[in-house]
């Protein structure tokens, strides 16, 4: 028998809308919401001063110049939780009373704050002036929304298929195994499968398989020049995260116990992350977290790999580029892991004239489309009002054409500078590399070797 | 002449000054925007005249504005408010200088502000312990107070007594706002007051022509409203339990929390761990040494630097005191249910399956 009004009022709720929230509820989002309160969060929102310095550092905000983008804001589940649960002043508010309920109609009207205007692109992170690590909490948030059932249809749709067959855009390994087909014929290389002991494990995206199948050849092409062994594996191809993406630790911990998994049975030293800017923060950094365990390999992007060979003097490159060409930063890459220099290095190899934008390195700006904005239909609109940042920073410096590291950066920026019909063509590093390498020239285990590295 | 064009002589670029007004405004808690109307209000501001009073103080809080990282645009908004008249800082002596304070009280009178650092003899004991020109502190006050708009009592010797009124209080000593009654007192407190919130108050009033808000104690809220404890950097430390146990071990290297080692940060509400000092560059507790909780009352007699928390035992201080206590206890209640709370949300976890996202397509 409860007297507590608002457990009756939230059961009947739930048991209302129970087929639209499927196996979630209410109760079950709150309880997530608790797992991730942490000494930090609870310290972030006591800190926040509400200077709205988040705000002007977001691009939704700033491009759509509505209040209700403001970072902090968008976490407005999460901080009542907090304040009701956590602070003494809030338990007393709410024993009179005087509380705002979190309830279904809350974390309606937050799905699409939390998941549509946001990118995780943590440049609110950046300029808290207190240090609140904003992206982070909407990651946690996130977490709340998926079990009480207010999450995207396209990200559940995707996590599905990453967890059902093994890619969130539903690939399989026999449409792999048609593009390496015509990778090897195209480049008279073998691309190695399997191949237990390698040094390194080569990921994929499913949207490069896709949309940018030269990375693959590319990749073989390098690593062929520069004589890495390396590998793909049948059981898992996949690199992206769709678990990261919608804000759930068990859906993110399976996929990367995959990824650990196929590594283990093969071996390997080294996995790489393809370009990709949050496969790599998801395999990277959040992974060993989700399982709760360390790696017995490292992982790298394969930036951070190609500028080591380089370092190494192991990529002999010819010619260079002569038209004007700048560089859009992944977040997740630059801002996030502070994978900064690597690009500029290996641009340094092949192009003659690269100019930066103004806001680069980690204060660039998202293109708009991360975190999971690309797979939600519904964001369709504010992932293009985000891009209107990036174009205002290409327009500053009118290049050629640009270059990118990430797959998604790469088909946002095609997809927006076609809607504002401007005609720059945008580029993948690791192919530019490739098209520059020294041909024919002999495996370079004896290669000049710069000084400082391993011979 | 006007506030922007001083600024313009003396090299200050338009662009530094906005800056320091959007500091400003951030500092307030202000919305962006608020930070053009500073600029505007203060570059055309006519310099208003201040008069500026030092009873029993070590002439700290002076140094602090005026000397601590000359020359910033700070001291010159200080040095370009019409500073009519300051013990201290003046060049006139003598006669000189009291003709020049009573001028600037017929010439602005109802409009100057008044600063005041240092307690004063109260009105009950022996007026000769502080006399300036011949006049005791108490007549000195109640003159000048007379024809002001406001007082800002800077440093906690002017807002709480400070030093003077440690025990056993041999002059009697009183802070301003026990003998100023009729006009608003903004007590910025701090044993010195950081700069920045002096000129904060003063581009506040010039700005909207009115006192920002002030919590209990009379301090302007935006820079007083947290305590240390709750903006340090050590925090996650304190949260976790894990102390410096003396200023050489293990803990102190680590950067552990101070509050063994006496850290008043949990009582003290200033804006130190934001603002810092020097310029920005550091603050106490990042130097490793804990927060002596300088900006509140009776904070000498607070039972010894070194001792862990413990609270005033003065009288102006039992408020302090309670306050102090209920804040150590919410903070340990938080700490405990949190803890509970938690462990609590893990056990009940329910992993979500691909299945069950499944059902919601
Ligand atoms: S930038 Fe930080 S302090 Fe300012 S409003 Fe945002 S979260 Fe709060
Ligand atoms: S992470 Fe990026 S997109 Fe999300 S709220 Fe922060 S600035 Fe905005
Ligand atoms: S007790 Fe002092 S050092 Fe420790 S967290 Fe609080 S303010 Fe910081
Ligand atoms: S850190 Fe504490 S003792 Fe030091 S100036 Fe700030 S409030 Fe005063």
Known sequence: ?455 | MTLGETLERNGISRRGFLKFCVTTASLMALPPTAATAIAEALASARRPSVIWLSFQECTGCTESLTRSFAPTLENLILETISLDYHHTLQAAAGEAAELAREQAMHANEGKYLLVVDGSLPGPGSNPGYSTIAGISNLQMLEETVAGAAAVVAVGTCAAFGGLPVADPNPTGAVPVSAVVRDKPVINVSGCPPLPMVITGVLAHYLTFGKLPELDEYGRPLAFFGQSIHDRCYRRPFYDKGRFAETFDDEGAKKGWCLYRLGCKGPMAYNACATMKWNGGTSWPIESGHPCLGCSEPDFWDAGGFYKALSVPTGNIGGTAAVAGLAGVAAGAVGGYLSGRAKKDARTAHRQVTADELEQKL
Request: aromatic content about 6%.
């Open chain 1, 1 to 455: 028998m409860s007297t507590d009004n608002t457990v009756t009022a939230n059961t009947a709720a739930a048991s209302e809308s129970g087929s639209a929230l499927g196996p979630f509820s209410l109760e079950r989002g709150l309880q997530a919401l608790r797992e991730e309160m942490d000494a930090p969060t609870a310290a972030f929102f006591s800190s926040c001063v509400h200077c709205g310095l988040c705000a002007q550092s977001c691009p939704f905000f700033v491009e759509t110049g509505d209040p209700k983008y403001t970072p902090i804001h968008k976490l407005e589940p999460l901080r009542r939780l907090w304040e009701q649960e956590f602070t003494l002043w809030g338990k007393l508010k709410a024993r009179l009373g005087f509380s705002q309920p979190i309830d279904d109609a809350l974390l309606e009207e937050w799905e699409p704050l939390l998941y549509d205007s946001c990118s995780m692109c943590g440049r609110c992170s950046l300029v808290c002036p207190v240090g609140n690590d904003i992206q982070a909490m909407v990651r946690k948030t996130r977490e709340g929304m998926v079990a009480s059932g207010h999450s995207p249809e396209g990200l559940i749709a995707a996590s599905v298929r990453a967890v059902n067959t093994g890619s969130p855009m539903g690939l399989q390994w026999k449409t792999l195994d048609v593009q390496i087909g015509h990778v090897e014929s195209a480049s008279g290389l073998t691309v190695p499968i399997d191949q237990a002991g390698a040094d390194y494990l080569v990921l994929l995206s499913s949207m490069e398989i896709i949309n940018f199948p030269e990375y693959l050849e590319a990749i073989a092409k390098i690593f062929a020049h520069a004589g890495v062994s390396w590998t793909l594996s049948k059981d898992c191809f996949e690199a992206t995260n769709a678990g990261v993406q919608i804000g759930s630790k068990d859906i993110a911990a399976v996929l990367v116990r995959r990824v650990v998994d196929a590594a283990v049975k093969l071996g390997v030293k080294n996995v790489i992350s393809p370009e990709c800017g949050h496969a790599y923060t998801g395999i990277r950094w959040e992974g060993p977290n989700v399982i709760g365990q360390r790696y017995p390999f490292k992982v790298f992007h394969i930036i951070e790999v190609l500028d080591q060979l380089r370092a190494d003097g192991r990529l002999r490159t010819e010619g260079m580029e002569t038209d004007r060409l700048s560089m859009h930063d992944p977040c997740n890459l630059a801002r996030k892991s502070g994978v900064i220099d690597e690009q500029r290095n290996l641009m340094k190899l092949v192009a003659e004239d690269f100019v930066d934008m103004k806001e680069h390195g980690k204060y660039q700006w998202c293109c708009g489309a991360g975190g999971g904005v690309s797979s939600n239909e519904r964001a369709e609109e504010l992932k293009m009002a985000a891009f209107r940042r990036k174009k205002a920073q290409i327009e500053e410096i009118r290049p050629d054409r640009l270059v990118t590291m990430c797959a998604t950066c790469r088909t946002q920026l095609e997809e927006g500078l076609e809607e504002y019909t401007m005609d720059i063509p945008v580029v993948g590093l690791t192919e530019m590399i490739a098209e520059h390498l020294v041909e024919d020239a002999p495996p370079t285990a004896a290669a000049p070797v710069k000084e400082g590295a391993p011979s």
